[in-house]
């Protein structure tokens, strides 16, 4: 039996949008607006989705969640499978951060550099990791070049934002080059500045040849479009308000009813409320991120400035600051944010972006803000993500903890997450991000003390010592 919906079609909000939510505390919300952010103001009408949930119902997969993730294993389904999985949204379609991001498609996944991974698991494994988040990058991009999404190709630029940190991006560089085969290249000052950006920080960058810039929102309609087209649903305002196990299956409440699913995946990001279910609490550490995009730039002002190239770029602090010219012609930036949902309002962080972006360009020091808004973003406690069945013995699965590196790689956890609710074997269900859960943290119910301490110790490691 099918769910029960109202007439199809793209559903306006049915409550205003909460700027000072937050995972931690709050409830998920039921049908609110999006974001105030550039990408949901110009991308276009949202597709049509299947309105809410409207009385009880059976599917074989529930997925939880409808940004990249959650839609990608959607598409996936339904193209590889044929299942047509039913796709359960609180609020709007690609209400969470895959409508607030940078939109930055990196060769990566999580919190850890490649040199990071060699320390931990050893080279072996991870030549395999590489080859498997390389595998993910390329299918993203075959998926990116199904959709009109302003994509801007040309790599990914790591800027030095202190002379110590040159040391680094060398050392990074060559491990890329001589383990894992990339053409990872340093730039001077001179480099940077005459080919790319006069950023008045940097002192060197290294270029990453893998790197594309898309407009992340119409990039997710896309695939919320084709994911449809070939028969899953997606239904918005309906929040799972509580759910069980019953006779092999899960029933999940909604506001409208209940839809009874012999298979559940969450792929709800930073947006993972507490108390949905032991295997999901306190696994991420929900942190906000904040961006401003600018007035469109006249020519006169981006040579000023020195933007000569729409590559992204990132600096090496780690509270870092990711900025890029847009094809329209604004500058974004973004960086942290507030600790909490109840201070994500406070003036102060948007003059911690306004001042980031002054003192990279000075020539933009006063320039108009077109926007401006936060998001959160699924850190895992280990900095890795993880795309598993927690419980073998249950058949609830989940992909989290992309640590601000989600836009591409979102794409391939989807298509695993799908592959793994179906039971496919073949796929390298051995490598760390998917033979173990997330880990869990014995000060998880403290992590915001402990996160405002450590965002002070990284500003003075960034800024001072």
Same mark, same amino acid.
């Given at each position: @039996? ?20 937050? =995972? ?13 952010? $550039?990408? !949901?103001?110009?991308?276009?009408? =949202? ?11 059976? #599917? ?5 969640? %409808? ?17 047509? #999985? ?32 060699? *320390? ?32 801007? =190709? ?8 202190? +002379?110590?940190? @040159? ?5 990074? #560089?060559?491990?890329?080059?001589? !383990? ?20 008045? +920080? ?68 930073? $947006? ?58 604004? @500058? *974004? ?21 306004? +001042? ?11 320039? +108009? ?10 850190? %895992? ?57 997330? =880990? ?10 402990? *996160? ?14």
């Amino acid at each position: @039996m099918d769910v029960q919906t109202s007439v199809a079609g793209a559903r306006p909000p049915s409550s205003p949008y909460d700027p000072d939510y937050d =995972p931690l505390v709050s409830r998920p919300g039921r049908g609110q607006d999006y974001a105030p952010t $550039y990408w !949901v103001a110009t991308a276009g009408p =949202p597709p049509e989705d299947d309105g809410p949930v409207e009385g009880d119902a059976d #599917a074989d997969v529930v997925i939880v969640g %409808s940004g990249f993730t959650g839609l990608s294993a959607a598409l996936t389904l339904a193209r590889d499978f044929g299942v047509r #999985a039913t796709v359960l949204e609180a609020n709007r379609a690609v209400w969470g951060c895959t409508s607030r991001n940078g939109g930055q498609g990196q060769n990566a996944s999580g919190r850890l550099y490649r040199s990071q991974w060699i *320390q931990r698991w050893g080279v072996d494994t991870a030549r395999r990791l590489d080859a498997e988040i390389r595998d993910g990058f390329e299918y993203w991009k075959s998926l990116v070049a199904q959709f009109d999404c302003d994509a801007q =190709p040309g790599g990914h630029l790591y800027t030095a934002h202190r +002379e110590k940190k @040159m040391g680094f991006l060398r050392s990074e #560089a060559r491990v890329m080059r001589e !383990v894992f085969g990339y053409d990872t290249r340093i730039l001077s000052k001179d480099e940077l500045r005459e080919r790319y950006v006069d950023d008045h +920080e940097a002192v060197g960058a290294m270029l990453e040849p893998d790197g594309v810039g898309v407009h992340p929102l119409k990039l997710a309609f896309g695939y919320m479009r084709q994911a449809r087209a070939l028969g899953a649903s997606l239904h918005p305002a309906s929040p799972v308000l509580g759910w069980r196990r019953e006779n092999g299956a899960y029933l999940l409440r909604t506001p409208g009813g209940t839809v009874r699913a012999r298979k559940v995946a969450f792929a709800t990001g930073g $947006y993972t409320a507490q108390g949905i279910d032991p295997l999901l609490d306190n696994r991420i550490m929900p942190v906000l991120s904040n961006s401003m995009v600018t007035r469109v730039l006249s020519a006169e002002e981006r040579e000023r400035a020195g933007l000569k190239s729409t590559v992204f770029i990132t600096d090496t602090r780690t509270l870092r600051f990711y900025y890029r010219l847009l094809p329209d012609g604004r @500058m *974004q930036i973004g960086s942290r944010s507030a600790l909490r949902g109840a201070d994500a309002r406070n003036p102060r962080h948007l003059a911690l972006l306004r +001042e980031g972006l002054a003192r990279k360009f000075p020539a933009l020091r006063d320039v +108009e803000v077109a926007y401006s808004w936060w998001g959160w973003v699924d850190v %895992s406690h280990d900095m890795m993500p993880r795309i598993s069945q927690p419980d073998p013995d249950q058949p609830l699965y989940y992909a989290f903890g992309y640590g601000g590196n989600g836009v591409s790689f979102s794409a391939q956890a989807g298509r695993r997450l799908a592959q793994r609710i179906m039971g496919q074997d073949g796929a390298p269900w051995d490598l760390p991000i998917y033979d173990t859960p997330l =880990p869990g943290h014995v000060f998880a119910p403290f992590r915001r003390i402990g *996160q405002g301490l450590l965002y002070r110790w990284y500003y003075l490691r960034d800024e001072v010592l």
